[in-house]
């Protein structure tokens, strides 16, 4: 068969009584009313059919496999758990994170002077999260990185860093993921590295 | 010579040489730590074991003499698992400190444990606990639990800086890197310790956590601290000099390099000056190039036309590359139709393997291209007694070493010149009594030639783009345009410069641009 066959749907023909334009007006307050009445019927029972979410009071509960904006991890003692070693930089497709390292006098002896991520960038691909190799970036499943000037898609260091415990739902997914069980042997979850 | 066999291939080597070193000339890649090709085997870390057919063991290839015949197989089972033994013992207390290690990138262990390591340890003992952050040094740091007891460092201030600080104390699994009590490990070729470490256990402070070598663009260069002339490998991110390395070259600088050579780099990044400045109504402000050469052209030129070449001098930059020395030359001989031109060269202490008394990079270029005084004719000290006296009232100033040499009386001397037309390339005092200022390009920014005390002729490559900064020849030639010469249509191409020099000049007759290339090559005789 040549060419094979492509259906085509013509558009029905309208019917004289579809050309009367108050009747179609009351047609379409009938549909709303159907709703309306069901909504109302659903409230009052306490079992509301609405699909409709307040956007921003509410949300839609996210999987843990959903990747939103990258953060970094707050260790308990309020420092990150980051020591730069640059791998997200390098792992990045499309460059939007930028780090200067630096030296600390504790144990970690490393950490980012500067961690700067271009959120306008950011594809969201979740290649710094793989390639971390101190859990120290996720993604987490925050969404709301608009902003009204572009140099406020550049965000710093102090605020990513978001407390460990708020992204233990991921992290578990990741550690899964990537067949990783349990923390990594290096740097101790919270406490800091041995 | 001596013909041997390996993994099936036969192949030639010279009589009398060890075995890893010519296999690792041939192309075979056998892993090694305590081999270095400009040091004393050791054959201490295990890691480059052969099996010779008619040996009862496994050898270490490092010291094994070749023997015509011999049948060689680096790659079989039983190697790859006795390497595999090594490796894992090796790792066995090796910290897992990659992510903070500046080592990791370049480092063997990484790359041998990539291709030899198991995934998973199998011990369950802690790791040994050592001294992490060793000040051993002024400019080396040292962390013990990375050492893997290569000894290279050791045998390296032993037998290269003669110095010996360093060594291995105790005995067995006990055994520590460190240096002997209240003896720093602050030789002058101290961070080459931290470049033949085949781990990050000798780290350079200046480098530490600065920068991932992977993210560092490498150019072959060479170091232009003194008139030696030591190959380096220019790190390059981020439009910044980040760091030198030494680059292998038998005939200059073997591996190494000086303390003191690979730290000069800072100028490259800091304080530079971008923008010409012209002094209007006794203050300096900002000019295009256009207008900050055109008015150097008509200063001098006033000067010239006037009082002719005897008025005005040029104290030359032996910074300056063989391409743009042989353009300035012309420039003063035929623009500023004087012959009062000397080079200023610095002059400092100097040892017998690499540091030079001369502390700049170019001097000999300098001399070989007629840019230095000869005897007889107005040297440094002439034009400086010229200016005193009010006869030279026009100077044109390359560079800052001038500066240097004439010490505290510098500005003094600098303020009675009548027209000074600087080029420098960072901020200087010498800046404040200049009446044109022209920005220069550092050695990082140019291609052409140096040449080294000895002669040869070596490439320094652009590492870093200069943007819309005309180079140094490119200024000469306008320079030399504005003041009424005659010269070639075209811009300052290096290349074309250096064919020029090659036809005219003896020394560097038999050269050619193309055939310099890494190493460098010495000119004629004379």
């Known amino acids: ?194 | 010579m001596a013909r041997i066999t390996v993994d099936g291939a036969p192949i030639e080597v010279p009589d009398g040489s060890m075995l890893l070193p010519s296999l690792l000339d041939h192309g075979f890649q056998i892993p090694h730590y305590c081999f270095h090709p400009k040091l004393s085997i050791d054959g201490c870390c295990r890691m480059c074991l052969v099996r010779v057919e008619g040996m009862p063991k496994l050898t270490i290839s490092c010291n094994t003499p070749v023997r015509d015949g011999m049948v060689v197989d680096t790659r079989g089972p039983e190697v790859v698992k006795a390497r595999q033994g090594v490796i894992e013992m090796l790792l066995l207390n090796h910290p897992l400190d990659c992510p903070i290690c500046d080592q990791a990138g370049e480092c063997y262990l990484q790359d041998y444990a990539f291709e030899y390591g198991t995934r998973q340890a199998r011990t369950q003992e802690p790791r040994r606990k050592l001294l992490k952050r060793v000040d051993v040094g002024p400019r080396v740091v040292l962390d013990q639990e990375r050492c893997i007891l290569c000894r290279r460092c050791v045998r390296f201030c032993r037998e290269i800086a003669k110095t010996g600080e360093l060594g291995i104390f105790n005995l067995g699994d006990r055994s520590v890197l460190d240096i002997f009590p209240g003896e720093p490990l602050a030789n002058d070729y101290s961070i080459c310790t931290a470049d033949i470490c085949p781990v990050g256990a000798l780290l350079s402070k200046d480098f530490h956590h600065k920068m991932r070598v992977w993210f560092l663009d490498e150019t072959e260069s060479v170091c232009p601290g003194c008139a030696n002339g030591c190959n380096v490998k220019i790190g390059t991110a981020r439009r910044k000099v980040y760091r030198l390395v030494p680059r292998r070259n038998d005939h200059v600088n073997d591996t190494w390099m000086c303390d003191s050579g690979r730290l000069n780099y800072r100028f490259v990044n800091e304080r530079r000056l971008r923008e010409p400045h012209v002094r209007r109504a006794g203050s300096l402000v900002s000019a295009s190039w256009e207008d900050a050469i055109d008015e150097a052209a008509r200063r001098l030129g006033a000067l010239t036309r006037t009082d002719g070449g005897g008025a005005v001098a040029a104290v030359v930059s032996p910074h300056l590359t063989n391409e743009e020395l042989f353009v300035l030359g012309r420039v003063i001989a035929g623009g500023l139709r004087t012959v009062q031109r000397d080079v200023a060269i610095r002059l400092g202490a100097a040892d017998e393997l690499l540091i030079k008394a001369e502390k700049v990079a170019n001097g000999r270029g300098a001399r070989d291209l007629g840019l230095a005084a000869a005897a007889g004719e107005v040297d440094l000290a002439k034009i400086r007694a010229g200016v005193e006296a009010g006869s030279i009232r026009g100077l044109f100033v390359i560079g800052t070493d001038v500066w240097e040499l004439w010490g505290d009386e510098s500005a003094a001397i600098f303020e009675r010149i009548e027209t000074l037309i600087v080029q420098v390339t960072n901020e200087h005092p010498l800046v404040a009594h200049a009446d044109v200022v022209l920005p220069g390009l550092t050695f990082a920014e140019k291609d052409g030639t140096f040449t080294n005390f000895a002669g040869r002729v070596q490439r320094v490559r652009r590492a870093l783009d200069p943007g819309e900064r005309p180079s140094d020849g490119e200024v000469f030639l306008r320079l030399g345009r504005r003041l009424g010469m005659e010269l070639p249509p075209g811009g300052f191409e290096p290349e074309a410069v250096f064919a020029e020099i090659t036809r005219t000049v003896t020394r560097y007759r038999d050269l050619s641009w193309g055939a310099l290339g890494s190493l460098g090559l010495p000119g004629r005789e004379s």
């Open chain 1, 1 to 194: 068969m040549a060419g094979g066959v492509i259906t085509v749907v013509r558009r029905p023909r309208l019917r004289a009584m579809d050309t009367i334009g108050p009747l179609l007006i009351l047609r379409g307050l009938a549909v709303t009313t159907r709703h309306f009445l069901r909504n109302l019927w659903g409230f009052l029972r306490g079992q509301p059919t609405i699909v409709t979410i307040h956007y921003p009071e509410q949300s839609q509960p996210l999987s843990p496999a959903f990747r939103g904006m990258p953060v970094l991890v707050r260790m308990a003692n309020g420092k990150e758990r980051c020591v730069a070693c640059g791998l997200c930089e390098w792992a990045c497709p499309v460059d939007c994170i930028t780090i200067y390292p630096a030296e600390t006098s504790d144990g970690i002896e490393r950490y980012p002077e500067i961690f700067d991520i271009d959120m306008s960038r950011c594809m969201f691909c979740g290649l710094c999260e793989e390639s971390c190799p101190e859990e120290a970036i996720v993604m987490s499943p925050r969404i709301t990185i608009a902003t009204t000037d572009w140099r406020g898609s550049v965000w710093h260091k102090q605020d990513l860093l978001v407390p460990g415990s708020g992204l233990a739902v991921r992290l578990e997914h990741v550690r899964r993921g990537y067949e990783r069980t349990g923390a990594p042997v290096v740097g101790n979850q919270e406490e800091g590295r041995p």
